[in-house]
């Protein structure tokens, strides 16, 4: 199940914030919206890493030293 981030949020503060036993929803569709939203902040926060860390080696590379052509056009 592949959330948008709106349905992240929805999902987290209905489910976090009142008894399921109360309510009219099915605890079982209220638990798998919890674990889906869980799962794809787990897979977002993994691409969030994964971005940081090519930006880091991108920046790096670019303030690396250049090494200047010594052949002549001539």
Same mark, same amino acid.
């Given at each position: 199940?592949? =959330?948008? !981030? ?6 987290? +503060?209905? %489910? ?8 009219? %929803?099915? *605890?079982?569709?209220? *638990? !798998?919206?919890?674990? /889906? /939203?869980?799962?794809? *902040? ?5 691409? *969030?890493?994964?971005? +940081?860390?090519?930006?880091?080696? =991108?920046? +790096? +590379? =670019? ?10 056009? =001539?």
């Amino acid at each position: 199940m592949n =959330l948008k !981030q709106e349905e992240l949020v929805k999902a987290l +503060r209905f %489910c976090g914030k009142h008894e399921c036993i109360t309510c009219q %929803c099915d *605890i079982g569709e209220c *638990i !798998q919206m919890v674990y /889906a /939203a869980a799962d794809q *902040i787990e897979r977002d926060q993994k691409e *969030i890493e994964a971005l +940081r860390e090519e930006n880091e080696r =991108l920046t +790096r +590379r =670019l303030f690396e030293p250049h090494p200047v052509p010594t052949t002549s056009t =001539l």
